[in-house]
């Protein structure tokens, strides 16, 4: 835990005990955080990362160009100095080079789980294949405990939740809903990592939990609204009840315990969203009166996102919101208005609402914007 999130967790406390009130927190916050460092621009960020994907790149077609003509004990010592080579070289540059030296431990971390897999190849190994991602999130977190480094925390924190969803996937394949209670655990999961991040000053890690929870969370909610049906899909047998317990285990109260670590208290918008991700996913598209529950529900959905922003002074989750509630009414358009118009009338419907409602729904967002921002000072 950097110093930033140990600074934030004791004002908090004190704040909530009483010992100091608000504007006293904000002005430590400021005389604190005035002497720190500003940190990287971003055009040394971009090279760096660049730069180290460009060289992962062409070790990896080095390596796929040559593959063939090694025996399997040359490939497996390539696979092992690939992967050990990254982290000597980051272990040699960082004293020096901090950011060159982070970006290649990622690279090594990164290119451990093509080894392992690479390693499953070169010796024809027939195992359980989850198996190999825990591996792989085994090492990511042992380079975490080692390392203290955001990106080994960040690529822990998207292996462990892959090895959970691989290994999900493959014992309840055969059961009706699996694909319903796999969604509904990534969408919750992508709020708990979204609301991560809830001041201006937060550290790496939060920054990059709440990106990869932005960026997935709106996929995931217009996946959610259509895995409902998948429950009665033919050729599946019903899940049995141990297993439908693991499920719900699995698709809620995980998330919602690491969403506790990470916010505290504030966790119970989590569980609002929580519940509404377990009505949204028993709803079934291809109802009609459920369908317009679906889009009545997307809606209160993007609705709370918006809400959720404005009370922890959050823009990017007011955006979101404003962008589910714009996906949701073109959804609701093209599904349910659309086919009752004629061609002319449909086009020039959606032109309009493109338009006239694209345009309201920006000014809209600028002014829940500017009042998140208001509060925020």
């Not at 996913?281 to 009545?296: C, E, K, M, R």
């Amino acid at each position: 835990m950097t110093g930033t999130d140990q600074l934030e967790q004791k004002l908090q406390r004190w704040v909530e005990a009483g010992v100091i009130d608000t504007q006293a927190a904000v002005r430590i916050r400021k005389f604190e955080w005035s002497g720190e460092p500003t940190g990287m621009r971003w055009p040394v960020v971009l090279a760096v990362g660049f730069g180290a994907i460009m060289v992962a790149t062409g070790v990896l077609l080095f390596v796929a160009a040559h593959w063939e003509d090694l025996s399997p004990a040359q490939r497996f010592l390539l696979v092992l100095a690939m992967v050990a080579g990254f982290h000597f070289a980051a272990g040699a540059l960082a004293p020096r080079m901090r950011a060159l030296g982070l970006a290649l431990h990622g690279i090594g971390t990164v290119a451990m789980g093509g080894g392992i897999f690479l390693c499953g190849q070169i010796f024809n190994l027939q195992e359980h294949w989850p198996n190999a991602i825990l591996l792989w999130a085994i090492g990511a977190v042992l380079s975490w405990l080692v390392l203290r480094d955001w990106i080994q925390a960040t690529l822990a924190m998207m292996l462990v939740p892959a090895w959970v969803a691989s290994e999900w996937s493959l014992r309840a394949e055969h059961f009706r809903g699996m694909e319903r209670f796999l969604i509904q655990f990534l969408t919750l999961l992508a709020f708990t990592y979204l609301g991560s991040r809830r001041g201006e000053r937060e550290s790496n890690f939060r920054r990059a939990l709440a990106w990869i929870g932005g960026l997935v969370l709106l996929p995931l909610c217009v996946t959610l609204c259509f895995t409902g049906h998948e429950a009665s899909r033919p050729g599946q047998l019903p899940m049995p009840l141990p297993l439908r317990a693991a499920a719900i285990l699995l698709a809620f109260v995980l998330p919602l315990v690491l969403a506790w670590f990470l916010r505290g208290k504030a966790a119970v918008w989590n569980l609002g969203f929580a519940f509404w991700i377990f009505v949204i996913g028993f709803l079934d598209h291809t109802d009609v009166l459920q369908s317009l529950g679906l889009y009545a529900g997307g809606a209160l959905g993007a609705i709370g996102l918006v809400l959720w922003g404005l009370h922890e002074q959050r823009r990017e989750r007011i955006n979101l919101g404003v962008a589910g509630f714009a996906i949701t009414i073109i959804a609701f358009y093209f599904s349910t208005l659309i086919d009752k118009l004629g061609r002319s009338a449909s086009l020039v419907g959606f032109g309009l609402l493109f338009l006239l409602g694209g345009w309201k729904l920006e000014q809209l967002r600028r002014k829940l914007v500017a009042r998140a921002a208001g509060a925020a000072q």
